[in-house]
């Protein structure tokens, strides 16, 4: 069996993070099984969404990390890879100049994709998940900060959109009214007449919330128990649910925010559950990435 590694670098407002996994092409199509996944706490969007640009003590930390990531990858022997830079890197004046620092720097390229092409990817990434819950899906992803739907209608992806509404900007304060309007009418717009629709979510925060209140391999949460465990994280403060909860500092914040959102949406599109298969934006670079390798493209680490 032929086993090759490929990579996706994802710099999202929060986080950001290295993906490396093992395609196994056995003839029968590939397989995809993850191999590593190292996550740094360098939070982009606390700077970017409030004075528009990002500060040098946090470039410097995103660009020490990058190459780390080079290292790593070098040391798995990855034949190819791909990193995408979201909001945060969309909405900062300097965001171009620092992908620019980062290729003479760290040796990696990066692009900073639109809110629109990050949905597509995320979709990309879900697709395999989405056959075994029918024709009728709507894809959530909640970052720090935007939240991308997907919808799915009849088995067939029917519209996607990204919405400055993440868990930072609401930290902030500075998610707009108009905003949720948007994001509210649209959904509405497209999911108008959809029956036996599934909610699927994605995201670290949704991902860590399953693990709170132990939720089984392919069940999915309700959206009672989802309200039950946000109300229980308001009742402590920020150290508590770091130690009670064994949360990581950067994720202690934004996971009350984040649940939110989900819990709005799912209220929004009636539905009293949402699955979550645990992948997401990496897991969609990394199939493109192995497209591009069968079309002849190869990574110079």
């Given at each position: ?33 993850k191999s590593a996944l190292i996550r740094v706490p360098v939070r982009l969007g606390g700077n ?19 190459i780390g990531f080079k290292h790593i990858m070098r040391a798995n022997n990855v034949l190819h ?221």
């Amino acid at each position: 069996m032929d086993i090759k590694r490929f990579a996706a670098i994802d710099i999202g407002s929060n986080s950001v993070r290295l993906l490396i996994e093992n395609v196994l092409d056995n003839g029968e199509g590939p397989m995809f099984k993850k191999s590593a996944l190292i996550r740094v706490p360098v939070r982009l969007g606390g700077n970017a969404f409030k004075n528009k640009a990002i500060p040098e003590i946090t470039i410097r930390q995103l660009i020490d990390a990058m190459i780390g990531f080079k290292h790593i990858m070098r040391a798995n022997n990855v034949l190819h890879y791909k990193g995408c830079a979201t909001s945060a890197m969309r909405e900062a004046a300097n965001g171009a100049s620092i992908v620019r620092r980062i290729k003479k720097e760290a040796g990696l390229d990066i692009e900073i994709i639109s809110g629109n092409t990050e949905a597509h990817i995320i979709f990309n990434s879900q697709n395999a998940v989405r056959e075994k819950l029918g024709k009728n899906c709507v894809f959530i992803d909640v970052g720090g900060g935007s939240t991308e739907i997907t919808v799915f209608k009849n088995g067939k992806i029917h519209a996607a959109k990204s919405f400055r509404i993440g868990t930072i900007r609401l930290l902030q304060k500075s998610v707009t009214r108009s905003e949720w309007k948007k994001m509210r009418e649209w959904l509405r717009s497209k999911v108008y007449r959809m029956r036996d629709m599934r909610v699927i979510g994605s995201g670290g925060n949704i991902n860590r919330i399953s693990k709170l209140v132990q939720l089984k391999t392919g069940k999915p949460l309700t959206l009672s128990k989802l309200e039950s465990i946000i109300a229980e994280l308001k009742q402590y403060s920020y150290d508590e649910r770091i130690k009670k909860f064994d949360l990581n500092p950067d994720r202690a914040d934004v996971i009350i925010p984040a649940g939110e959102i989900f819990i709005t949406l799912m209220k929004w599109l009636h539905a009293t559950e949402i699955f979550i298969p645990k992948v997401g934006l990496g897991d969609g670079i990394v199939r493109e990435v192995y497209k591009e390798y069968l079309d002849g493209k190869t990574s110079k680490l």
